[in-house]
């Protein structure tokens, strides 16, 4: 089987066949994440941090805080092993 990029998720993430299952890993090490029908996010590091801060911090940009709409944080995801990251996403505080 010719490996398969993950779609949507990055150019870091792979579909593999393993011991004839299909796999989720990373294209940097090789570490296997999860099955391919799993949900790989569960498998990754995460951290999350306020956006506002990020982008005023490490992007200098003064960013006003939304009135009246929900906190947003940046969400990046992982490798357990490399540490590449695999996904950045702006999401709703919970
Ligand atoms: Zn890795």
Redesign the pocket.
Known sequence: MKNATVKGYGI?LEVVEQDSKKVIQ?N??G?VLCGADDNWQAHAITIKSDLVGFMDKVCGVEVAPPVGEPKLLMRRLY?P??Q?CFETEAIEAS
């Open positions: 870091y990373c940097q090490c570490t490798c092993s490399c590449v």
